[in-house]
């Protein structure tokens, strides 16, 4: 059960749909990394299976103007979280007593809201980095619509997401501009398999299809952001690299890998050990924040995701009924597609590179600032009000 998503969950679907049949509008997709690795499923596929072509396909086919991937956002993510790691790492070592680590991942919108609830005292310590969605819709609205001559009241952003708090999470008020949203809906993967069956596609006779460039180019390091432990090693592939300057022999961190609920590692960036942890699960994080916050675990690092396995293990999701050998077939494919790649760290896409070049400046620019980032609420007593829209 998603805690966030369970009380903004609405289907989207005939809104998208309604803006699919508008001639007036462009309308693009993105979809999660965790997608790909489930959505087969609902075809009556093995678990495990990986549909990333018929899933390009199937967009295409659905009338998406131009089918993207939220895996080159993911890449994006990890130059701007990257950056702001290695730059509190760096201040830290200098001796500058106001830095705050661990730095906290802060691209899974369940764990955001829980920290706004529950750690109000802590809203300074995760990273400032919005979540692959927000930064996929950021971009789309003002570099992609710029390149293709449209307004951006005329691009509407679909994303297709394992998550339902990803709905409640492109609904909010930072994340637009006046008015206009940044993401204008957030389909499931369950939803995206009911309109693809609704439709009468043939899925499992789709051929496999290619997303469309610039926004659909991505390593093998944003594939892994679907898996418990991914983001930090996505974060940790560019991250060593950029502080040893040497090229990583290896890109494959085992040792942060894994279903255990909290882990911990210590990887060696050429003689400087930085420590990370990894939870998954929100009661999980309650346990490692509070250890932190006590002082009784220390590090540079921590991923936490509020869905046990990641997203892959997502709310939105097609059922798997708690079978965990579901989960590891689809961490497996995860893990499969990133190894198939010809690119493993994000700060190698050439796509990524070109929009700094083209566009951002680098990262943590004030532009990538501006777009790229944002702040936390004190949540802790807000009221919880629920509604249908
Ligand atoms: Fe959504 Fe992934 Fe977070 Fe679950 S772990 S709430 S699917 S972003």
Redesign the pocket.
Known sequence: V?P?GALTEVDHTPKVVRELANPKKTVIVQTAPAVRAALGEEFGMEAGTLVTGKLAAALRRLGFDYVFDTDFAADLTIMEEGTELLGRISKFMEGDKNVKLPILTSC????VNFFETNYPDMLNVPSTARSPQQMFGAIAKTYFANKIGVKREDLVVVSIM??L??KYECQREEFSVNGNPDVDYALSTRELAHLIKEANINFNDLPDEDFDHPLGESTGAAVIFGATGGVIEAATRTAYEVFTKKTLEKVDFHQLRGMDGIRSATVDFNGTPIRIGIAHGLGNARKLLDRIRSGEEQYHAIEV???PG??IG??GQPLHHGDASVLTARTMAIYREDANKPIRKSHENPYITALYNEFLGHPMSEKAHHLLHTHYFDKSQSEIIITNE
Do not use: I
């Open positions: 998603c966030t899974c919108p369940g764990w394992p998550c708090a990803k995701m509020a869905c990641g997203c997502g709310g």
